[in-house]
């Protein structure tokens, strides 16, 4: 394969709801779109940068920026292009991972339509459906977060993650646990809004039975978590802090995380993303597929990485429902608690014209 053109497609969805996380409020989401072209195929990227570098130094004006001047250059450069010569064209760029991914996942897509093959089948997924999980925002009262969560229980979400930060984590906590009871898979996500001298003060869920806690402290603090992880029972899963599957590995044998969330937009693509999967089942560690507002492009590639057999926590893969009102594919729709793993070639799904270019907000033809 050779690249013949690429566009670059920016989107505009508002949410069915704000989702504020310790580190800012999302009202919609505003995504960049890649989309490659070669003399047989076509595929479809979603890149998961933010508006803001709040989340990660990443964000989606830059990651525009990277794949015009320097990625998508270097690319159409490759003669034998194919899902896996993209890591080895672009790694002498440093960093940019969200960037590198949304353009990865385009020309994987790209490739396994013209092979006739599902990306769930490419990466080994053994599972046809995965159990959805929800991430439920930092809310203004207990009671609207009560209100939210019993929504989400009785769609038949199977794993509630609530948000945190200082002054909000022991009381939605506490109440959730008496509302809902002991049985239902409840975790927490800090989004590293704690330092380590929070330790005694994050001891505190000990006792609710949580799955884990997530990115406690800094995403550069390994140190910080190893010490925190001696300080309270409650496991600690690292979702910022895994950059790649040296991270992971590193991270796992100096004891900072018991868990792993991946996203496969923060560590450069689909297939580091099976490689931290492959690294966590070497050191007995579960994983779970995190998310980040995907629309239905990100969606269906995320469930085809979950279906993998390490992935033995639910993820972050809600339906589409649970974000937008319309989403530019065919919507994912819960059942029984579950999303459907997508079996077409590729990502198996494609924007639906209509839909998309009602958000679209700009669109550009790469040149090279
Ligand atoms: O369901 O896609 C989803 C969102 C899951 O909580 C979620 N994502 O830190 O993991 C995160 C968080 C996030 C949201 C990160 C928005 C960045 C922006």
């Given at each position: 394969m050779k690249l013949t053109d690429v566009e670059l497609r920016r989107i505009r969805l508002p949410l069915v709801a704000p989702f504020r996380t310790s580190f800012g409020t999302e009202r919609s989401r505003d995504a960049l779109l890649v989309r490659v072209l070669t003399a047989d195929a076509e595929g479809w990227g979603e890149c998961?940068?933010?508006?803001?570098?709040?989340?990660?130094?990443?964000y989606v004006d830059a990651c525009a920026d990277v794949l015009r001047r320097f990625l998508v250059p270097a690319l159409a450069e490759?003669?034998?292009?194919n899902g896996a010569t993209v890591e080895p064209a672009l790694r002498?760029?440093?960093?940019h991972r969200m960037a590198k991914a949304a353009l990865e996942m385009a020309v994987l897509d790209a490739e396994l339509r013209q092979r006739g093959v599902p990306l769930s089948q490419e990466l080994g997924a053994v599972h046809t459906s995965v159990p959805c999980g929800v991430s439920v925002g930092i809310m203004g009262s207990i009671g609207e977060l009560l209100d939210t969560v019993g929504g989400y229980l009785e769609a038949g979400y199977v794993r509630i993650k609530l948000k945190i930060e200082p002054g909000w984590d022991f009381a939605p906590v506490a109440a959730v646990r008496e509302r809902f009871g002991d049985d239902v898979l409840l975790q927490v996500d800090a989004?590293?809004?704690?330092?380590?001298?929070?330790s005694h003060h994050l001891a505190?869920?000990?006792?609710?039975?949580?799955l884990l806690i997530e990115q406690?402290?800094?995403?550069?603090d390994v140190l910080g978590h190893v010490e925190l992880a001696k300080r309270i029972s409650t496991p600690i899963c690292l979702d910022e802090?895994?950059?790649s599957a040296r991270a992971a590995t590193d991270a796992i044998t100096l004891g900072a995380c018991q868990i792993v969330n991946i996203k496969p937009g923060r560590v450069g693509g689909y297939l580091e993303a099976r490689r931290i999967h492959d690294v966590c089942v070497a050191h007995g560690v579960p994983v779970w597929c995190g998310g980040m507002l995907e629309t239905g492009i990100g969606r269906a590639a995320n469930l085809a990485l979950a279906?993998?057999?390490?992935?033995t926590l639910p993820g972050d893969?809600?339906?589409?429902s649970r974000y937008y009102h319309?989403?530019?594919?065919?919507p994912f729709v819960i059942e029984n608690g579950h999303l459907s793993v997508p079996t077409?070639?590729?990502?198996?799904v494609e924007p639906i014209p209509d839909a998309l270019e009602e958000v679209t907000t700009s669109k550009e033809w790469l040149s090279w």
């Open positions: 998961v940068a933010m508006i803001d570098p709040l989340y990660s130094s990443e490759v003669p034998q292009l002498k760029f440093r960093g989004n590293t809004a704690y330092t380590l001298a929070d505190g869920l000990d006792p609710f039975n949580l406690p402290l800094d995403e550069e802090s895994i950059t279906a993998l057999p390490g992935f893969t809600s339906a589409s319309t989403d530019i594919t065919e077409g070639p590729g990502i198996g």
